[in-house]
């Protein structure tokens, strides 16, 4: 992945992030309003049932209605949703636990109807008028979902246990919702149509408190994940809705043989879904892994001229040191510094100085084995690391480099060659760093640059001279006679 790429892909990253951030802040901003709705509903339902007004807190008829303990429920907590008094305030922590403590109550009242507090009874006696509230009551729905809102101001903000609570509360509103969609009884939902509301109402006046922005970013971007998540989201709530209608045609006697072939089409599907998805985040982070290795390799090379940078050299070196003091076989350094290049920026403009750099290290590799390295260390300076090589290698190296570049490569406009002046250095015994190596090789690179450029030092030995030819035994004697 290129550079560019990379910092494209980590602004998008956080654009996203700001995205989901300036959601969750709208969506509070309707906090105030949500919850004043909710509560006019409530202050309705309870006047309508005191009074035994039908139109008021049963205003769908056989949709049963809201109780004056949901009622009062609902009121609690959307005092604490419009007053944030559940920020760890006394007083909201008192009122939540005050609304857990009469759904709890509610709830003991239901599952054991000798209840010595019967809570649901003493509220219905709130009427004012002698008539009966028939269809009025605090069914396990209603429990559920205002027990799931008043867990969720209870906890602190962004917290896993709230959001849980939320979804809990939104899923028994849903499903209300769907058997509402299959046409049913208006009470078979197990919660009338105003309590679904008021209990909407609340959650959507909620989430806002516990909506994690990295979890709705998640939803919201264009990823493979994303897309598969809301695709997998969109599926699942579609086939549960489809498959309770299916299974409302069945008669009781068809369950027999109808029961087996759906249980093994929803596993079929469940299962295809499964691979699906596995497949999916099996590409996804094989996409994620050739990023990383991009990004890995973007970290240890020059991007001018596709050489290892100096980080990549520390790396090397602390590989190749040891195994060269370990083994004995050598290793020597070579600092090139390409002379005056200041004159080629300053003459042909940066853009040619790019371009030398470049073909520079385009040459630079040919020359070595897969065992060196060569890296740009800084400017027009380079540097290579020669293993398993000793000095007298490294020189010859050096000079046949020397040679191809005077041959290779000239001036933009061709006036002349372009010269590299080179220092070299052995890695001394006891040595375990190259960093004294490269001192050495840098101190002899400005020798060779003071001693007139376009050289190599240390230089390499001259050839001894041929030593002379001793004279013939009797020619010797004959003329140290004649010598008298």
């Known amino acids: ?30 906090r105030g309003w949500l919850s004043l709705a909710a509560g006019a509903l409530c202050l309705l339902a309870f006047a309508g049932y005191v009074f035994d007004l039908r139109a008021l807190y049963l205003p769908v008829a056989e949709g049963g209605g809201t109780h004056p303990l949901t009622a009062l429920a609902a009121l609690a907590a959307l005092v604490l949703a419009l007053a944030r008094m559940a920020r760890g305030g006394l007083a909201g922590r008192g009122l939540a636990a005050f609304v857990l ?9 239901l599952l054991w109807p000798a209840t010595p507090l019967p809570i649901g009874q003493w509220l219905g006696a709130l009427s004012l008028s002698p008539t009966t509230h028939p269809g009025t009551m605090t069914g396990l729905n209603s429990l559920i979902a205002l027990a799931g809102i008043a867990t969720a101001l209870l906890v602190g903000r962004r917290s896993a246990l709230g959001m849980a609570a939320l ?9 209300v919702i ?25 959650v959507l006046a909620t989430v806002g408190r516990h909506m994690n922005p990295l979890a709705l970013r998640l939803l919201m971007a264009e990823s493979s994940v994303s897309r598969m998540l809301r695709l997998q989201l969109g599926l699942a709530l579609g086939g549960f809705w489809i498959g309770g209608l299916l299974l409302l045609q069945l008669q009781p006697g068809q369950w027999t043989t109808v029961a087996p072939l759906f249980t093994t089409v929803m596993l079929v599907l469940a299962a295809a879904g499964l691979m699906s998805t596995v497949a999916m985040l099996a590409g996804t982070e094989n996409a994620r892994q050739l990023q990383q290795a991009a990004l890995e390799r973007l970290s240890v090379t020059d991007a001018l001229t596709g050489l290892a940078n100096r980080r990549a050299c520390d790396v090397f070196a602390q590989r190749v040191v040891p195994a060269a003091e370990r083994e004995g076989t050598g290793l020597a ?13 300053d003459r042909f403009g940066h853009a040619a100085g790019d371009r030398l750099l470049s073909e520079v290290g385009h040459l630079l590799p040919r020359w070595l084995r897969r065992s060196d390295l060569a890296a740009r260390w800084g400017g027009e300076e380079f540097l290579l690391i020669l293993g398993t090589t000793r000095l007298t290698g490294a020189i010859a190296l050096s000079e046949r480099v020397r040679g191809c570049f005077e041959k290779r490569l000239s001036l933009p406009d061709g006036s002349g060659p372009v010269t590299v002046s080179i220092g070299c250095a052995e890695l001394l015994p006891g040595e375990t760093t190259i960093d004294a190596a490269i001192s050495r090789a840098d101190a002899a690179l400005y020798r060779a640059k003071a001693a007139g450029r376009n050289r190599v030092e240390p230089r390499p030995p001259e050839p001894l001279p041929a030593p002379p030819v001793p004279p013939k035994a009797g020619k010797a004697r004959r003329a140290a006679d004649a010598m008298g």
């Open 178 to 202: 769907i058997a509402y969609s299959y046409a049913l009884e208006p009470n078979a939902g197990g919660m009338s149509p105003v309590t679904t509301l008021i209990t909407l109402l609340l």
């Open 333 to 345: 350094v070579v600092l090139i510094d390409i002379d005056k290049f200041k004159v080629v920026n």
């Open 1 to 30: 992945m290129p550079l560019v790429s990379a910092r494209q892909l980590s602004a998008r990253n956080f654009g996203e992030v700001r995205d989901a951030i300036r959601i969750i802040r709208w969506v509070d901003g309707f």
């Open 167 to 175: 979804a809990a509360a939104a899923g028994v509103c849903g499903v």
């Open 101 to 109: 403590l009469l759904l709890a109550l509610r709830a003991g009242e």
